[in-house]
């Protein structure tokens, strides 16, 4: 007996067995999506196997397969073999990491019209009317005969079209097709969002640095080897012209490539130099695309049509055909791991697939991670270094350091600026130069206390404070569950009216600023005023001149290319050294660099000044002097002696009940199954709260396993996977976890 091993979409671990009858036997093959029942349901699958092996259970249980959606698999089989080693490696459902590759579209309209092949939804349907050849003109009443001869006249029409010359179209339609004089026909509307025009741009000759690069990266091209690269290129250095170089080489060896890059909403200048060099054939994947442009996109993609896809991290699933090269900008960037589901982290996937595929990876960053600088030392990834500015004129700027603890507050009395950053910034104004000033908080104040009892404003359903937003007349917002209220007038602990706002976010800035710089263009750029396209306008006015200091979060430090930039303050540096996370100090590192890259990208050599209570952390002292490979060898050396990853492997195992005993007690079952499993080998830290000990209005409890040997480690958070569990608990396994919260 013929049996199909299914991936189907849903949270369980196992592949579902399902009988194949003889009528499908030709057509049902791996890759091939197929509509079987999952209980009552009917459900969309995809056949990973066919073979007649003994089945599991007894033959009369299994049920058949329905139907057969695909005469072609739907995905690749180099992308199929990676999602099912993604699921391996991350010990999640390989129904739902397959869904990470298909459009909506694809998973669900074959369900919906419960049929093969030919009648599968692509694109947006839309009703066509036909006028039936050789019928007479029908006597019938209203529009119905004029629509009629328009449609013998013109031909076929969409009913949209023809209801926007006669509103009443539909209905003349409908007495037509009954007098039997018009059919109707569902068409599939053409959308082709390849549509922009660019004008192409002119190559720059390459510095000696960039010229290697580029070498090494098209030699293994050209020769069909796969190796992977870290690039490590100073800001400006002309990281991205490499990556332009090597995937129009790429392309001309007739093999695809993938590009991710940490937000592509912010990225629109990179978007358009991939365009102006490569042409518009270029399938741009984010998350403001329409259900439609996505799956046109996924489409052209997957026909070979189009070959090179750039996007955020889920671009990596795209399915480009014959994949010679990934790139990955910003390799360091956090955003590159998925938080929730499929917990996945792009950038070491990037690495999979590109050997998996044969294909040549390269990392790139101005300040890589310790993760990617080890495997360089290790030999695993070669090398390729860029270190100056592309530029001639260009250098990378002067940072000074204001100690917090030295200086009162500035002007305006805001502690978080000093009196020199409060000149720093007239000067730049003087000399018709632009500011950034970059504060991780957004909103006004983090927190409002109550001065009589010292109660903290907290989240009713999260232990966190929530934070006070002046914007939109006045609210406490949470910043993890977006619960929002009203600005209370008394304490809800004591009564009284004294409430005082405690520190400073991007508004309160914005707002100081306004005061103390009277004249100067102001502007703001967090997610509160800027979610996607937005933030495009910002910037675009930024690069236009019509701003002079920009205050803003992380969004202000990504890699925008403003020239005009000439003095980057940090408020705060230590904001994120306190997190209880082993990469709190390379993070604050990396951060810190990035945005002292933003300046001086120009003509104008650019200044920085980073305040902070702890100038001499590594962390900002190092940054201070731009010394990358000093920084990153004092922290692999501490990551060495107290074992942490790249020298350890972790995964962090939490769970989540809506009452806290019952997430806890879990938690410590596990973590005892766990020491027990995994002794000597994998270590079991905690079982301990979560850092953020409520969240959503659920309990947080966790432990960590740490191992040297990745087999070991999987086999104990398998027996996790698979071990019973209270069903008002949630459990997630976060294997190589990046956020400890
Ligand atoms: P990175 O990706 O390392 O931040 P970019 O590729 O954005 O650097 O380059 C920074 C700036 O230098 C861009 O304006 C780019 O056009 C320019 N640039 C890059 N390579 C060269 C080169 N070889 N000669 C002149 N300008 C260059
Ligand atoms: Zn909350």
């Known amino acids: 007996m013929l049996l199909a091993r299914v991936a189907l979409p849903v949270p369980l671990g196992q592949v ?10 030709a057509s049902v093959r791996r890759g091939a999506r197929v509509l079987c029942e999952l209980g009552k349901r009917r459900v969309l699958g995809v056949v990973l196997e066919v073979n007649d092996r003994e089945p599991e259970i007894p033959v009369e249980k299994l049920k058949p397969v329905r139907a057969v959606v695909d005469a072609e698999p739907v995905l690749p089989e180099e992308l199929l073999g990676f999602l099912q080693e993604i699921a391996r490696y991350y010990i999640a459902p390989v129904g739902e990491v397959m869904e990470l590759a298909l459009p909506a579209v694809e998973r669900s309209a074959a369900l919906a019209v ?100 580029v070498e090494a990266i098209t030699r293994r091209l050209e020769r069909g080897e796969k190796q992977a690269f870290l690039l490590e290129g100073v800001t400006a250095s002309g990281k991205t012209e490499v990556y332009l170089r090597a995937a129009k080489r790429c392309l001309e060896l007739g093999r695809g490539v993938i590009v991710l890059v940490p937000e592509i909403a912010l990225t629109p200048q990179l978007v358009a130099r991939f365009r102006a060099r490569l042409g518009s054939r270029i399938a741009v994947l984010h998350s403001g695309l329409g259900e439609v442009e996505r799956h046109a996109m996924w489409r052209s ?12 991290r889920s671009a990596l699933f795209a399915p480009v055909q014959a994949l010679g090269l990934i790139c990955v900008d910003e390799e360091h960037d956090g955003s590159f791991k998925q938080e929730e589901g499929v917990r996945y982290h792009a950038r070491d996937m990037a690495l999979l697939r590109a050997h998996r595929a044969e294909a040549v990876c ?19 990834l070669e090398l390729l270094e860029l270190p100056a500015r592309a530029r001639a004129a260009s250098e990378l700027p002067e940072v000074e350091v204001v100690d917090l603890r030295r200086t009162g507050p500035g002007p305006g009395g805001e502690r978080l600026i000093s009196v020199r950053m409060f000149r720093a910034l007239e000067e730049t104004l003087a000399a018709r130069g632009q500011s950034i000033l970059f504060l991780n908080r957004r909103g006004f104040a983090p927190s409002l206390v109550c001065t009589a009892c010292g109660k903290i404003t907290e989240c009713p359903n999260c232990a966190v404070a929530l934070t006070l937003h002046r914007a939109r007349g006045g609210q406490l917002i949470c910043h993890y569950c977006d619960h929002h209220e009203k600005l209370p007038d008394k304490c809800r602990q004591c009564g009284e009216q004294a409430f005082e706002e405690e520190g400073a976010g991007t508004e ?42 920009l205050v803003g979060t992380q969004m202000v430090t990504k890699g925008h290319d403003l020239p005009n930039v000439t003095l980057v303050g940090v408020l705060n540096a230590d904001a994120a050294l306190s997190l209880p996370d082993y990469r709190a100090s390379e993070r604050t ?34 940054a201070v002097k731009h010394d990358v490979k000093g920084f990153v060898a004092q922290e692999l050396e501490q990551r060495r002696e107290v074992g942490y990853p790249p020298f350890a492997r972790l995964a962090l195992v939490r769970f989540e009940a809506l009452e806290d005993e019952v997430a806890r007690s879990q938690t410590e079952r596990l973590a005892t199954a766990a020491r027990k499993w995994g002794a000597p080998d994998v270590e079991v830290l905690g079982p301990t709260a979560a850092p953020l000990a409520r969240l959503r209005g659920r309990y947080r409890h966790r432990f960590l396993l740490r191992a040297q040997d990745r087999a070991r480690l999987r086999l104990v958070l398998l027996g996790i996977a698979r071990a019973p569990v209270d069903r008002r608990v949630r459990m997630a396994i976060d294997v190589d976890p990046v956020s400890m919260l």
């Not at 579902?16 to 036997?25: D, H, I, R």
């Not at 993609?301 to 955020?312: P, Q, T």
């Not at 990208?601 to 590594?618: K, N, S, Y």
């Open 16 to 25: 579902f067995t399902y009988s194949v009858g003889a009528e499908l036997a």
């Open 114 to 213: 419960e049929a093969p092949a030919d009648t599968r939804a692509v694109g947006r349907l839309v009703q066509v009317a036909h006028a039936v050849a050789g019928v007479a003109t029908p006597k019938l009443r209203g529009k119905a005969p004029l629509i009629f001869e328009h449609l013998v006249a013109e031909g076929p029409a969409a009913l949209t079209a023809l209801e926007e010359r006669w509103p009443s179209a539909r209905n003349a339609v409908a007495k037509l097709v009954e007098a039997g004089a018009v059919t109707l026909e569902k068409r599939e509307e053409a959308v082709d969002p390849f549509t922009v025009e660019v004008a192409p741009d002119v190559p720059p000759s390459l510095t000696p640095a960039q010229a290697h690069a």
């Open 301 to 312: 993609l997957r026909s070979g049509e189009v070959r090179i896809a750039v996007g955020a």
């Open 362 to 380: 390269v990392l790139g960053s101005a300040t890589p991670s310790a993760t990617s600088v080890e495997l360089a030392r290790s030999g695993r």
């Open 508 to 549: 309160r800035i914005e707002s100081v600023l306004g005061q103390i710089l009277p004249g100067a263009r102001i502007a703001r750029l967090d997610r509160d005023v800027a979610a996607g396209k937005k933030s495009e306008r910002v910037l675009d006015r930024m690069r236009a001149g019509d701003i002079d200091v």
């Open 589 to 622: 590192f990396q951060l810190l660099v990035q945005v002292a890259g933003r300046a001086g990208r120009g003509e104008t050599p650019g200044r920085v000044l980073i305040q902070t209570w702890q100038p001499e952390h590594p962390a900002v002292a190092l």
